[in-house]
């Protein structure tokens, strides 16, 4: 069983969301405000305190949010991982953290910033989008999206991804995140700087604009009727 699969992440008032409760939340008051994903490099100690860590993408965030981040994170701690001998060891990991922009509701009042969970998994470093499938660019106006799963190798490849689509799906979608998520690379989590298996779930999600041409709705003749 990899590192992943058996270490719990906390914050210094408690243990925080599982992953899955951040989903739901996101998803219950996703009509209030836009989510966003911060990842970080973490290093957590034999005794699964933090020692080290930084944002990757830190320059791209406003201070005050990357400010907020650290905080957090300079905070968090983990059930002490250890070795295969069964000695404490260093886990290097990225932490995955979500939050959600709540929009003021009065032009008086400022945006707020909800802390919707976080988790750990191994740190994308490179990401890849498969081209969309070919029925759904020809259905305007659809939407939809799957939960896939990447089995992350110790070289920091999916090699298995495993994809959860509702009935009713096209297959097409299926291929799509699998492409997707093949084309990923990402840095392996570590024990005692020995990278290890992991995982990492995404949900994928599509839609098309829902853009028809010009006079669609009227007969090709007609219209090169109207046009002279």
Same mark, same amino acid.
């Given at each position: 069983?990899?590192?992943?699969? $058996? ?12 992953? /899955?409760?951040? /989903? ?37 965030? !406003?201070?005050?949010?990357?400010? =907020? ?12 991982? *250890?070795? &295969?001998? +069964?000695?404490?060891? #260093?886990?290097? #990991?990225?932490?995955? =953290? ?7 509701? @009065?032009? /008086?009042?400022?945006? @707020? ?8 998994? !191994?740190?994308?470093? *490179? ?12 259905? !305007? ?8 799963? $990447? ?8 090699? *298995? ?6 009935? +009713? ?8 995140? *699998?492409? &997707? ?26 839609? #098309?604009?829902?853009?028809?041409? #010009? ?14």
């Amino acid at each position: 069983m990899s590192a992943l699969l $058996c270490t719990h992440l906390f914050l210094a008032a408690g243990a925080v969301q599982a992953q /899955d409760d951040a /989903d739901a939340t996101a998803q219950i008051s996703a009509a209030n405000g836009q989510r966003y994903e911060i990842w970080a490099d973490v290093l957590f100690g034999p005794d699964g305190r933090n020692l080290a860590f930084h944002l990757p993408n830190e320059a791209e965030l !406003p201070q005050a949010f990357a400010d =907020l981040v650290k905080r957090q994170l300079q905070s968090a701690r983990i059930q002490a991982v *250890k070795d &295969s001998d +069964g000695s404490p060891a #260093t886990f290097r #990991t990225g932490v995955r =953290l979500n939050y959600q922009l709540l929009p003021a509701a @009065q032009p /008086d009042e400022v945006d @707020q910033v909800k802390f919707l969970g976080l988790s750990m998994a !191994p740190l994308p470093i *490179k990401r890849y989008m498969a081209s969309y499938p070919r029925e759904l660019r020809r259905t !305007p106006g659809w939407e939809g999206g799957v939960q896939a799963t $990447c089995h992350v190798s110790p070289e920091g490849l999916c090699h *298995k991804v495993d994809v959860h689509m509702l009935p +009713g799906m096209p297959e097409s979608v299926r291929r799509f995140a *699998k492409a &997707s998520f093949e084309g990923w690379v990402l840095e392996a989590q570590r024990v005692n700087n020995r990278p290890v298996e992991g995982e990492v779930s995404v949900r994928f999600a599509l839609h #098309t604009r829902d853009v028809y041409p #010009t006079n669609f709705r009227i007969p090709a003749f007609e219209r090169a009727i109207r046009n002279r």
